[in-house]
């Protein structure tokens, strides 16, 4: 009932409500490399995995980077964001001259959506999206894209300090 509430606390501060029907889903996860509290993102799949007890996981349908662009290896979450600012790294900046140098948090050409988690490994984080449709695709510059009610719903799962690994 507690995590009920706290998800449906963080939900109303940035703006969205749970859904218990939405593209996360409980599954078998056999994988025993990971503890659970680990977040797995298998790039092939186009998965993120939050590893529970008892062999299960939530799973959730995300974007990741572009073919040479893929992040992997190891990190921790650094810090968590609600509707953070986004500033295009100098990469992004040569290949888009045209963006502002800073979008505003919320602003609905912001592409980090509502929340954002950054993480150990340098210009990287799990965070929303404000274009849903790339979900499932290999489109991003390395960082892990999430829609947003799913962002949402593991922002208030996991912590700073949080262990993820990018599997290819």
Not at 67 to 90: E, L, Q
Request: overall charge positive; aromatic content about 8%; proline content about 8%.
């Amino acid at each position: 009932m507690v995590r009920f509430l706290l998800a449906v606390a963080i939900g109303a501060f940035i703006g969205m409500t749970p859904d218990p029907a939405a593209a996360r889903e409980l599954v078998s996860f056999q994988d025993h490399r990971f503890q659970p509290g680990t977040i797995v993102i298998r790039n092939s799949e186009r998965r993120l995995y939050l590893v529970l007890r008892g062999g299960q996981a939530i799973r959730y349908k995300v974007a990741v980077g572009k073919p040479a662009k893929a992040w992997t290896g190891h990190a921790r979450i650094t810090a968590k964001h609600v509707k953070p600012a986004w500033s295009p790294s100098p990469e992004v900046r040569r290949d888009f001259p045209h963006l502002p140098s800073v979008i505003p948090g919320g602003a609905s050409n912001n592409p980090m959506g509502v929340a954002a988690m950054t993480l150990s490994n340098g210009n990287y984080a799990i965070h929303g999206t404000n274009r849903p449709g790339s979900i499932g695709a290999a489109v991003s510059y390395g960082c892990i894209r999430m829609n947003n009610r799913d962002i949402a719903d593991l922002f208030q799962r996991v912590g700073v300090r949080t262990p993820v690994v990018a599997l290819p």
